[in-house]
């Protein structure tokens, strides 16, 4: 075999290979769960099956900072306001912030949210168990709030108000598709936990 031929024997190989992880990363749901994106497992296995309570579209808007009754620090998991309509159809006023326009909630936190305007009696603080305690130990560290805090009335995302439908995973690594099916594979034959390397 000439040189040249085995050039392009390996690059054909390579290609194909690359070809077929692509295909298997396009077929792949893109995860719209946390759990799911963390533990790079399928939606199709593991998301929803049923669409989501309709939520009232008043009940997720936010209200400014002088006004709340509650205000809430959180993550991904609070940007769609969903669970914070259940605060509003009880009565409340809610106002919502996130950790990454924040930080951290330094030893100022109470009194830069007071000079803020916030009147209310109440604060929540929602964070994904794996980085509440880095948050919790980095806040502890700081001694001033670093920027004034932002609340916007509408939700960061908008609450899916339907099971999501196909659609080609464009967007994801090259990798994705391969380690999703070696992650499902693993659960499926596994009878209790999974720990994945």
Same mark, same amino acid.
């Given at each position: 075999?000439?040189?040249?031929?085995?050039? $392009?024997? #390996? #690059?054909?190989?390579?290609?194909?290979?690359?070809?077929?992880?692509?295909?298997?990363?396009? #077929? /792949?749901?893109?995860? =719209?769960?946390? $759990?799911?994106?963390?533990?790079?497992?399928?939606?199709? !296995?593991?998301?929803?099956?049923?669409?989501?309570? @309709?939520?009232?579209?008043?009940?997720?808007?936010?209200?400014?900072?002088?006004?709340?009754?509650?205000?809430?620090?959180?993550?991904?998991?609070?940007?769609?306001?969903?669970? &914070?309509?259940?605060?509003?159809?009880?009565?409340?006023?809610?106002? /919502?912030? =996130?950790?990454?326009?924040?930080?951290?909630?330094? *030893? !100022?936190?109470?009194?830069?949210?007071?000079?803020?305007?916030?009147?209310?009696?109440?604060?929540?603080?929602?964070?994904?168990?794996? $980085?509440?305690? *880095?948050?919790?130990?980095?806040?502890?560290?700081?001694?001033?709030?670093?920027?004034?805090? &932002?609340?916007?009335?509408?939700?960061?995302?908008?609450?899916? *108000?339907?099971?999501?439908?196909?659609?080609?995973?464009? *967007?994801?690594?090259? /990798?994705?598709?391969?380690?999703?099916?070696?992650?499902?594979?693993? @659960?499926?034959?596994?009878?209790?936990?999974?720990?994945?390397?």
């Amino acid at each position: 075999m000439t040189p040249a031929r085995s050039w $392009l024997s #390996f #690059f054909l190989v390579g290609f194909l290979v690359i070809v077929a992880m692509l295909i298997v990363t396009l #077929f /792949t749901p893109a995860p =719209y769960g946390d $759990l799911t994106r963390i533990g790079r497992l399928s939606d199709a !296995d593991f998301g929803w099956r049923a669409p989501p309570p @309709v939520v009232d579209k008043a009940a997720v808007q936010g209200v400014p900072l002088a006004e709340a009754d509650v205000v809430v620090v959180g993550d991904s998991f609070s940007m769609t306001h969903r669970w &914070q309509s259940k605060l509003v159809q009880q009565g409340y006023k809610v106002s /919502t912030m =996130y950790w990454g326009q924040i930080g951290w909630l330094c *030893e !100022d936190f109470t009194p830069w949210i007071r000079k803020a305007g916030f009147k209310g009696q109440l604060i929540v603080v929602e964070s994904v168990e794996r $980085l509440l305690g *880095e948050r919790l130990d980095k806040g502890a560290q700081c001694k001033a709030m670093p920027r004034e805090p &932002q609340v916007k009335a509408k939700p960061f995302l908008e609450p899916l *108000e339907l099971v999501p439908a196909f659609a080609l995973n464009w *967007e994801a690594k090259l /990798t994705t598709g391969v380690i999703t099916w070696a992650n499902m594979q693993k @659960v499926r034959k596994s009878a209790g936990d999974t720990i994945y390397a």
